[in-house]
Structures are given as C-alpha cells and as structure tokens.
Nanobody, 115 residues
C-alpha cells in the first residue's frame, strides 16, 4: 500500500534551518510529482512546494520563495524540503502529498519556529 513517512521536524530559532524528508513506498515514485503542504494552528492547509516527476521543475508558494528548496531523489524514493531563514509564521505541521488515482498524505511532522 502507499505510504508517505515524513521526518526532520522540530523546534528551531528564527533564522535557522531544517531539512524535512518524506520516504515514499507502494508506488513508482519516479513517475509522480510530489508536494509539501503545511497547516498552521487554526489555518487551512496550504501548498508550500511542488516538484515534477523528474525533479527538474519546481513551484513554490510566494511566502517561501528564496528560502525553501524542494528536491527529489528517485533512487531513494524520497522527497526533501530544505527550509532556510525560518520565520515564526512558518510554524505548522508539514505534510508530504502525492496524487495517484486518489490523494495520499503522510502523517505530518511538526515544525516550530520560536525563540
């Protein structure tokens, strides 16, 4: 079955960095685009970044452009989100997402940016 397992979240001070990972299984990873979403407390879930199947094309939310980088390692069935210059407003649960015949989500990993 399809599984998406995120890791790498935690507590970081403003201006710091974190790298999230999402290990995928149960489908042909190299065939599909992957995305990261986030949901802050009391907020709607929003798209953070998306990468195409081959890893050569990316899209970002305006709020993270220039600070976050999404990448995809098809040999390791893993998608990453490198987050730099973190701000308190980046605090959220971050989810890995793939759309096959239906939508699949990981369990989420908490990122807290606070001094």
């Amino acid at each position: 079955q399809v599984q998406l397992v995120e890791s790498g979240g935690g507590l970081v001070q403003p201006g710091g960095s974190l790298k999230l990972s999402c290990a995928a299984s149960g489908f042909v990873f190299s065939w599909y685009a992957m995305s990261w979403y986030r949901q802050g407390s009391g907020k709607e879930r929003e798209l953070v970044a998306r990468i195409n199947s081959g890893g050569g094309s990316t899209n970002y939310a305006d709020s993270v452009k220039g600070r976050f980088t999404i990448s995809k390692d098809n040999a390791k069935n893993t998608v990453y989100l490198q987050m730099n210059s973190l701000k308190p407003e980046d605090t959220a649960v971050y989810y890995c997402y793939v759309r096959l015949r239906e939508d699949y989500w990981g369990q989420g990993t908490q990122v807290t940016v606070s001094s």
